[in-house]
């Protein structure tokens, strides 16, 4: 059993998606973080840093109970643990793995910088706003590429697809403003209508 600490935000949703595409048996826990429930002391002591996602894997190696934090090392932990969603081949695997840091570094920080900027910064900039943008649309437009001719990111259906889509969702209106990134928004379709994304994405909803 895995215990799953998220709340709405793309990096909770992208630990829900992998717990929900692997069938793992678990409980999810919604933290209020505007009410500060990161920062009570219960949680702390599973991830001291405060944020989200968290999960405690009850059957972890060994047995043993595992606690775990950042969201791209759920998705590489639980794709070792259930042997799914991990390319085998090793240049796939490679892929696989550059896409993921591509989804969780680049775009991720772009995203969460436009948030901050836009909701707590105390001066608020429209030009800071629009080069933030700009900055996101750059990042989407080389998963864009990518996709030409592919129906994933690398190879079958993987973790580098489960780290981006999220934030295809969180900034879907922006993609839809370019209006120009057809190969992300049929990606993002056919994301979409995995049954495991769906119940992933009303869970951390």
Sequence with gaps: MIDLYTANSSNGQRAAIMIEECGLPHTVHKLDLFGG??????????????????????????GKPLIMAQSGAILLYLA?????????VAAKRAEAFQWLMQATTDIAASSMSLFLLQRFVPEKSQANDAWFEERII???????????????????VSIADFALYP????????IERVGDLQNLTRWAAT?????????????AA
């Design 37 to 62: 429930a990161q920062r009570l002391p219960e949680y702390l002591k599973i991830n001291p840093a405060g944020t989200i996602p968290a999960i405690v894997d009850h059957d972890g190696p060994d």
């Design 167 to 174: 934030l295809a969702v969180v900034r879907q209106p922006l």
């Design 191 to 203: 994301m979409a209508l995995r049954p495991g994304v769906q119940r992933a994405m009303l869970a």
């Design 138 to 156: 750059q990042q989407l437009r080389v998963a864009d590429a990518r996709l030409k001719g592919r129906q994933f990111l690398a190879g079958p």
């Design 80 to 88: 070792m643990k259930t042997g799914r969603f991990f390319p085998r």
